[in-house]
């Protein structure tokens, strides 16, 4: 039999009262997505990508009792990610670009496919990296399985917009790799 799936709402509800290993549940839960997106915000900078995520888990705990159960905690957690790396770009610190990567395992296949895939994998984050900041976001959230409307929240954008990024980043991506297929 498996173990029952705690929900966010509960562990957020547990949180608020003083349960620290429901904190644990939601920091275990998030912690490897958000900080991946992080690092890939601040693309070659591990520090910086430490201090804002531990930024980001303070600013949780802080704001918990205003979160809004109308809302998915994991949209939420990534709009205040959002938010501090914002204020981060803000204090005048250089953003570096987002870079998106495909998660090729390598399997026993000839050596050489191998090479191909790294070789792409190179030319997709050297094709992303020359997309704008806004749309690098999209394509990074929606790799993290977040919702258009999630990242319109998110970029305080119109969905509208957010759509339109994406199509704009795919058509970019898709011009800068037309060798590769």
């Known amino acids: 039999m498996e173990p029952q799936v705690v929900s966010d709402s509960d562990l957020v ?13 939601l920091y275990q839960r998030y912690r490897l997505p958000l900080y991946s ?10 520090q910086t990508a430490d201090d804002l995520f531990q930024q980001t888990w303070v600013k949780v705990l802080d704001n918990l009792a ?7 905690f994991v949209s939420w957690l990534f709009r205040i990610a959002h938010n501090v ?15 998106v990567t495909e998660d090729c395992a390598v399997d026993d296949s000839a050596p050489w496919e191998a090479l191909d895939r790294e070789v792409l994998r190179e030319a997709v984050e050297a094709a992303t990296a020359t997309l704008s900041p806004e749309q690098r976001e999209v394509v ?6 977040l919702s258009f409307k999630e990242i319109a929240v ?10 339109g990024r994406m199509h704009y980043a795919v058509q970019h991506l898709r011009r800068r790799l037309a060798r590769y297929r």
Do not use: P
């Open 66 to 72: 205003r979160y809004s159960e109308q809302q998915r």
């Open 154 to 163: 998110i970029q305080k954008s119109s969905i509208n917009t957010v759509l």
């Open 13 to 25: 509800s547990r949180c608020r009262q003083g349960d620290l290993s429901a904190f644990e549940g």
């Open 85 to 99: 790396a914002v204020d981060h770009h803000r204090r005048g610190r250089q953003r570096e670009s987002v870079e």
């Open 37 to 46: 997106y992080l690092n890939r915000l601040v693309s070659g900078q591990s």
């Open 140 to 145: 990074l959230l929606r790799q993290r399985g």
